[in-house]
Every structure is written in C-alpha cells, then in structure tokens.
C-alpha cells in the first residue's frame, strides 16, 4: 500500500522530475509515476540530447537544470577516459554534437537524474513507480481526486489520491482521463489571429514524432540488420513537399525550405575539440554524423573507444503519416518500422563519398538505448494534448516578425524564461517545415493554470501554449522549468491554504510565490538579449 502522498505526479519525464524535485524540497510527499523503467522522458527514453538557447551557459534556466547539466559533465570526468585538454573543460561537451553544448548519452543523464531523487526516495518523501500509465481518472466540482494507473511490470492496478496532480506525461493523459478542457493539433487562424495558423482548426495536424536510434561504425564489420517489414515502402516514399525520397540525404532546409544535401561521414577525423555549437549561428543539421554525436572518440584517451556513437534524430527519420495522439498504436508501429528502415538504407543502399554504397559496419546500439532491438523506449514527442489556459502563449508574443528582436512579451506573473526558434517539424496535417525566429520569452503562470479545475497542474509541453507557439516552448530547460514551477507551486498552495488561481490573481500572493522562486534559482526575466 501506498501511503495517499500530497502530490502526485503522472508522468517522469524532466517535467515530471522537475516537479517532484521541487515539491520535495518543500517537505511534500510525492508519488511520481512513469510508463518506463527510465525516469527523463526525452532526455533518456525518448534519447534526445537537450536542444538550448545560445546562452545556456550564462544564463537563462532555473539552478536546478544548471545543476542537472554539471551533473551530466561531472559523470563523464569521473568516469571516462577523457584526455587531459578534454578534462580541463569547464563546459565539457561529451559528444561535441553540433545541436546543443552538451550532448551525451542517454544512461548519463538517468544516472544524475536518479541521484538527483535517491535522497528525496531514502527520506520516504518520495515513491516512484516506473512501468506505471494513467488509464482513469475521478474529478468533480473541478477538483481531481484520484488517478488510477495500470502496473505493467506486474499487472494489476492501483489508485492513488493526492490533494493536487500534475500532469507531466508526453501527451497530456490526464487532460482526457480527468474531462481537463484542452487542445490537440492546430488551432485556427481565427482562434487567436496566429499568421501561421491554418484556416480550419484541425486537431488530427499535430507535429510528427520520431523515434531515434544510435549508431556507431566499425569499418570491416558487417552489422546488418534484417530487411524491415515495411522498408520496401519506405525505400519509396516521395513526400509531395520533399525534394526526393524521405530516405536520402537531400531535404528542406527547415528555415528556407529549400532543397539541401546533407553529408554522412562516420567517424570523421576532425578534432572535436574544434566542434562549436551555436544554433543562433547555424542549425548544425547538414553534417548528420557530427549533428547529434553523443560520445566523441578522440575527447578520449587513445584506444578508449573504437567509434563515435551518434544519435540518429534526423530529417529522414521524422514520421508524420498517422497522428500520434488519437492513433498511438498504428502511428508507432509505423514510426518504429521508418527508423528501422533508415538504419537498413543506411548498411546496404547509402551512397557514400568515395561512390560505392552502404554502411554495413554501422552497428545500432541497444546498449545505449537499454532496448533489445536498439529503438528508444519512447519515441520523440513535440507536441501534447494543451490545457485551455488562464493565459494562452500565442504567436504574437514571440514571433519575432511580429514583436522585433527585441521585442516579446512581458507577464507580470513570470515563472521562468525560455528561447527557441518556433521550430516546427513537419506535420500529419501535410505542412512542411514551420520553422520562424522567436525571441527570449517568458513563462507566464497563467499558462500553467487551467482556466476551471482547480488542482491540476500542467508540467511539460500541456502548458497553455497553441500548435504554433508549442514549437518554441517544447524544449527540455522550458519543460523542466514548467515542472519545477508546478511542483513548487502545489507546495506552496498546500502550506499557505490558497490555491493556484488565487496565487496566479492577487499580486500579493503572487510576490510571495515569486521570493520563494528567486531564491531557489528559477530566473523569471532575460537581461538584453535579442531574439534569432
């Protein structure tokens, strides 16, 4: 049996983990539930390294994502074989990947993310139940009561009650299961005036998902998988917006749309330590191999490692067919078989440089994903179910065509800040790429209310964003902040006797929620940087 916690969170993604982290650091008890074994959601399951703004460094995320990503650092000068120029980096980027300053493999950061809990699990205030997904929900008068989750390790179910939930899974589960107003897919044009809404609402037009897969390469060695099921028809597939087949090196630019070859060289020979990343310069996405590496052989002592081990997240791998949400099982049993497929192309039918063709020394890393076939757990979800919100984040508060570089807006009730690109992949709805400048923005309170239920409490990519706007927000400091904002935010409800809309409406509560941000590190405004 489970002792009834004060807070429950659904969901152990960073969000989720954010929000747990936080609520515990109050004195809360928590239950944090997760449908894999692996807490980190996108960071590990989904096995994506951390897509970031050009500051991270400086500024820019709560102290506790800063703490998380030193953590990562530390993993690796503790335990690999880095050589010396490598180990005296103080911003020591583990696979010199081109998308993010630090890109690394998924088990590092499960190793600081369960360090980061083990003291919270060793006091009792914490229980984490992994293998663990939300099936029901029980709410009225606007008040969540109880989640049941299904126990898929051992079968069964439990219910658990808390006084407040938040939901932090990949999709906004509980949105549906707790009857939470929310959206899906594409609100209209006229919903909220966004320039790059469609006319017509659409909740079919979601982002597409992906489900990634790493790589290394042993040259002379022959690890070819079996022909995929469906990789006749993936070998075909010509989507009408593309310049070829999806299985190829040549596609849309995603800023100008434009037709763009890109380069695939395993194991290339240049220093990493000569690697930069800056996304607010260049994308990083024309190199494939060094794009999204997430061990770099030569930041190592020689002989350490024979290969790179890069982190196949890629145009070509981008599964748009079916929507995700609404047709989970069919959307990716179809996005699994695409990825398998490319890793077939890939051994037997790429062209290489010097004319011949295919890779058969590319080995796919089940170790790596901690899957038997070498997939993610999960695949890579951009887009969730959206509460209807106090506060709706919407275009014309960061485009920057719309609010000039250094323009954006300003909410009296920030909670944190964030920066991105409103970065769109393409979509079940047949849009191609929307992929526009946006500017440093902030996290406004409002958006983490949803406008009638009263003790639920978003925590990753449900906040009250639109279709548009959720491309900006979507990345892993923004989700973390949103969950440590609503964890933060449960506790403090429950130990003031007030409850979040009246903290979000009354600027003296809303102070004294703000000191307490302050001083645990969450920066709720940017200094004078401009948008990219």
């Known amino acids: 049996m489970i002792p009834e916690p004060d807070i429950l969170v659904v969901g152990g993604g960073l969000g989720g983990v954010a929000a747990a982290l936080a609520?515990?650091?109050?004195?809360?008890?928590?239950?944090?539930?997760?449908?894999?074994?692996?807490?980190?959601?996108?960071?590990?399951?989904?096995?994506v390294p951390p897509d970031e703004h050009p500051w991270v460094e400086q500024f820019g995320t709560t102290a506790s994502y800063r703490a998380l990503r030193e953590g990562i650092r530390e993993y690796y000068r503790r335990w690999y074989p880095l050589r010396s120029e490598a180990l005296a980096l103080t911003r020591?980027?583990?696979?010199?990947?081109?998308?993010?300053?630090?890109?690394h493999e998924p088990r590092a950061a499960l190793a600081v993310l369960e360090s980061m809990l083990a003291p919270h699990r060793a006091s009792g205030r914490l229980t984490l139940l992994t293998e663990h997904v939300p099936v029901a929900a029980v709410a009225d008068n606007d008040v969540v009561r109880s989640v049941t989750l299904d126990d898929l390790r051992e079968g069964g179910r439990r219910t658990v009650s808390a006084r407040y939930v938040i939901d932090a899974t990949e999709t906004g589960e509980l949105l549906e299961l707790a009857g939470v107003e929310h959206a899906v897919g594409a609100e209209s044009r006229a919903e909220f005036?966004?320039?790059?809404?469609?006319?017509?609402?659409?909740?079919?037009?979601?982002q597409g998902i992906t489900v990634c897969f790493a790589l290394s390469h042993h040259e002379g060695q022959d690890h070819t998988i079996d022909r995929p099921a469906d990789y006749d028809f993936w070998r075909s597939y010509r989507p009408g917006f593309w310049p070829g087949p999806l299985l190829g090196f040549e596609a849309p630019d995603p800023r100008a749309l434009e037709p763009v070859p890109r380069t695939f060289v395993p194991n290339?020979?240049?220093?990493p330590l000569d690697v930069t990343?800056?996304?607010?310069?260049?994308?990083?996405?024309?190199?494939?191999?060094?794009?999204?590496?997430?061990?770099?052989?030569?930041?190592?002592?020689?002989?350490?490692?024979?290969?790179?081990i890069t982190l196949v997240n890629w145009p070509l791998n981008d599964y748009w067919l079916k929507p995700f949400i609404g047709q989970e099982a069919e959307a990716l049993h179809e996005a699994r078989q695409l990825s398998l497929s490319l890793v077939y192309w890939l051994q037997t039918e790429a062209p290489r440089?010097?004319?011949g063709t295919g890779f058969p020394g590319l080995r796919i890393r089940p170790d790596v994903t901690g899957t038997a076939d070498g997939l993610a757990k999960s695949p890579y979800l951009r887009e969730s179910r959206r509460i209807k919100a106090v506060t709706t984040v919407t275009e014309h508060d960061v485009a920057t065509?719309?609010?000039?570089?250094?323009?954006?807006?300003?909410?009296?009730?920030?909670?944190?800040?964030?920066?991105?690109?409103?970065?769109?992949?393409?979509?079940?709805?047949?849009?191609?790429?929307?992929?526009?400048?946006?500017?440093?923005?902030?996290?406004?309170?409002?958006?983490?209310?949803?406008?009638?239920?009263?003790?639920?409490?978003?925590?990753?990519?449900?906040?009250?964003?639109?279709?548009?706007?959720?491309?900006c927000y979507r990345l892993h400091?923004?989700?973390?902040?949103?969950?440590?904002?609503?964890?933060?935010?449960?506790?403090?409800?429950?130990?003031?006797?007030?409850?979040?809309?009246?903290?979000?409406?009354?600027?003296?509560?809303?102070?004294?929620?703000?000191?307490?941000?302050?001083?645990?590190?969450?920066?709720?405004?940017?200094?004078?940087?401009?948008?990219?």
């Open 23 to 47: 609520a515990c650091r109050a004195g809360r008890t928590v239950v944090l539930t997760e449908e894999t074994d692996w807490i980190g959601g996108q960071l590990t399951s989904q096995a």
């Open 193 to 206: 005036d966004e320039p790059h809404a469609p006319d017509d609402a659409d909740p079919l037009n979601q």
């Open 277 to 308: 990343a800056d996304q607010s310069a260049d994308a990083g996405d024309k190199e494939l191999w060094g794009f999204r590496r997430i061990l770099a052989r030569k930041l190592h002592r020689p002989g350490a490692f024979d290969s790179d």
């Open 401 to 471: 065509d719309l609010v000039g570089p250094y323009g954006g807006t300003r909410h009296r009730d920030s909670v944190g800040v964030g920066s991105y690109r409103i970065d769109l992949h393409p979509s079940t709805g047949g849009d191609n790429y929307i992929d526009i400048g946006s500017v440093p923005f902030e996290i406004p309170l409002g958006a983490l209310l949803p406008r009638r239920v009263r003790n639920l409490l978003p925590a990753g990519k449900n906040i009250g964003t639109t279709h548009i706007t959720n491309g």
């Open 268 to 271: 290339p020979a240049l220093d």
């Open 92 to 103: 020591l980027n583990p696979g010199a990947g081109r998308v993010s300053k630090l890109c």
């Open 477 to 532: 400091p923004v989700e973390w902040n949103a969950g440590e904002v609503a964890g933060a935010l449960a506790a403090h409800c429950l130990a003031e006797g007030v409850e979040p809309h009246q903290v979000q409406s009354e600027e003296k509560r809303f102070e004294e929620f703000a000191r307490l941000l302050d001083r645990d590190g969450v920066q709720r405004h940017w200094p004078d940087v401009r948008g990219y």
């Open 353 to 355: 440089q010097d004319g």
